[in-house]
């Protein structure tokens, strides 16, 4: 028997709010309108910050987008990608869930799905199996996708063994839309107490949402995704590694340090990615700054060989 449309409903709100229910993959989409149901949490995502032709801007809005912007990014770059998927320092598990938390509120899916997936792309990269290779699929697929994909919606459990000890990040990684739910009700109400409080600041509710919430998180999602796809396509090889990998410095300064993708590929369990002075890594300024506080240590250095390998040949004396 058919399910009703209602069931269909309720099946996909359950689906979607919880990523471990029932889901059975289904086949290839062959008309348009089902390849851009494949897109729907993209277009929830993206379409709002056209909202901004209603709600306009003001100084406050923009600050506000900014600063999620930038500490969001801290939280995936710093936590999702070198804490949980390289494990390149050491942090108490309360700074391990609330960083995890702060990373959710990007709305880039759960920690352990995030690490996970990125784990496999380590393992396999630019091979047949890596799910987001631009040299192997073009750029839009690695940008963007694969992460409409079904068979990439779970979380790869077996990559992840080392944090399924840990229930808290299983229930977020569980539940990832919450804190992004959260996050955007959140900005909502600030927007509408200032707008009551402080009426000169000129904002509102809706605006704060469509700064705060929508452009700064669709712009947040694509700063991280040109890792996968410019990264592997624009810039400079220091070390021939087996992948497409490259050093791209206007990448590093917009995700705060992943740019440096190349040396990132050549030795990846270091919380450092730009492996020379003049390579910017915020990320790592602020890991150092946090471990000066005593809210991570043992941040793992860049062996002197590994340097030593980067250094070109008339450096080296070659
Ligand atoms: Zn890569
Ligand atoms: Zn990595």
Redesign the pocket.
């Known amino acids: 028997m058919q399910p009703t449309a209602g069931r269909r409903l309720l099946r996909t709100l359950h689906r979607w709010l919880d990523s471990q229910a029932p889901f059975e993959l289904p086949p290839p989409p062959r008309t348009w309108g089902q390849r851009l149901w494949r897109y729907k949490n993209y277009l929830l995502l993206h379409l709002p910050c056209l909202g901004v032709l209603w709600v306009g801007w003001s100084r406050t809005a923009v600050l506000v987008a900014l600063g999620l912007y930038l500490v969001r990014m801290f939280a995936i770059t710093g936590f999702y ?1 070198r804490y949980f ?2 494990r390149s320092f050491v942090a108490s598990r309360f700074w391990q869930f609330w960083f995890a938390v702060l990373g959710n509120a990007a709305a880039q899916r759960g920690p352990l799905w995030w690490a996970a997936h ?1 784990r496999h792309h ?1 393992r396999y990269a630019d091979t047949d199996q890596d799910v987001h290779s631009p040299s192997r699929r073009g750029f839009w697929w690695s940008h963007l996708g694969w992460l409409t994909d079904p068979a990439n919606l779970a979380t790869r459990r077996e990559y992840v063994k080392d944090w399924l000890q840990f229930p808290e990040l299983v229930w977020l990684d569980r539940f990832d839309k919450l804190v992004p739910l959260a996050l955007a009700v959140s900005l909502y109400l600030l927007g509408e107490y200032l707008q009551r409080v402080r009426p000169d600041l000129g904002t509102s509710g809706p605006q704060i949402l469509v700064w705060g919430f929508f452009i700064s998180t669709v712009v947040l999602f694509h700063a991280t995704c040109t890792i996968n796809s410019l990264s592997h396509l624009y810039g400079w090889r220091r070390y021939d590694t087996t992948d497409t990998s490259r050093n791209n410095p206007l990448l590093a300064l917009i995700t705060l340090g992943e740019g440096w993708h190349n040396n ?1 590929h050549f030795y ?1 369990v270091t919380a450092r990615q730009g492996f020379f002075w003049w390579e910017l890594d915020l990320t790592y300024y602020l890991l150092v700054l946090l471990s000066w506080l005593g809210i991570m240590r043992q941040l793992r250095p860049v062996p002197p060989q590994v340097l030593a390998a980067g250094r070109r040949p008339r450096e080296r004396g070659v």
């Open positions: 990608h998927s390289h990125h380590h990132h990846a």
